[in-house]
């Protein structure tokens, strides 16, 4: 099955600095990648996907970027503010019969702001 | 619009119990997945239930069961609780037409097991 590893487990950055997420997967048949944001308490949400017919995607602040031939994929977050302390989860899953909700996820990052 | 609702929102068992969490489906979605998420931990995916019926299913024993009621809603059963089953579990919602993508996970039920 898919294994997907996710670097660096903690990450603290300055108020206004990027941040950057790596992960990789084993199942070169994945095609989906979601990242989600589960802060203290609640249920991760989901913050911006890609699949593997393109190699990048961005909504403002935030970035994706995905190399299939060495399956790895970031995230990217810009002018990083205090609301975006959180833990963040990568995802991958390859197609199925029956859609793409049984995603593997890696194993988060503690992403901490600092003003 | 109400999202995933899930219920309880915390629940303590004893070791050889057993334990039934519930879930309600966002407005429009028809399908729901379960998932484990021990303490620290990325979630493991348990099952997806589509039309009533168990659709997808991870590495879970059958201990872990579940069941779709006609109106999209859900439930996990977990037989002779076992202390490592103390997790957060999570309901998430999708369309099935639209293909399962940008799913929604509701706040999930911490359970303990003692």
């Known amino acids: 099955g898919e294994n997907v590893e996710q670097h660096p487990s903690t990450l603290s950055v300055q108020e206004g600095d990027s941040a950057v997420i790596k992960c990789t997967y084993s199942d070169s048949a994945s095609n989906y990648f979601p990242w989600y944001k589960q802060e203290l308490g609640k249920g991760p949400q989901l913050i911006i996907d890609?699949?593997?017919?393109?190699g990048e995607k961005k909504d403002q602040r935030i970035a994706v970027t995905l190399n299939k031939t060495a399956k790895h994929f970031s995230l990217h977050i810009t002018e990083t503010q205090p609301e975006d302390s959180a833990v963040y989860f990568c995802a991958a899953t390859p197609p199925s019969n029956f859609g793409n909700e049984k995603l593997t996820f890696g194993t988060g990052t503690r992403l901490t702001i600092i003003p | 619009d109400a999202g995933v609702t899930q219920s309880p929102t915390h629940l303590i068992k004893t070791r050889g119990q057993q334990v039934t969490l519930r879930c309600s489906p966002k407005s429009g979605h028809d399908t729901v997945s379960w998932y484990q998420q021990a303490l620290g931990q990325g979630p493991q995916f348990i099952f997806q239930y589509y039309e009533e019926e168990e659709r997808q299913r991870g590495n879970f024993p059958d201990r872990f069961s579940g069941h779709q009621f006609p109106n999209y809603s859900s439930e996990l059963n977990v037989n002779a609780l076992l202390l490592g089953d103390s997790a957060l579990y999570l309901c998430a919602s999708s369309f099935r037409e639209g293909g399962g993508y940008g799913y929604t996970f509701g706040s999930g039920t911490r359970l303990t097991v003692v």
């Open positions: 890609i699949r593997s017919n393109v």
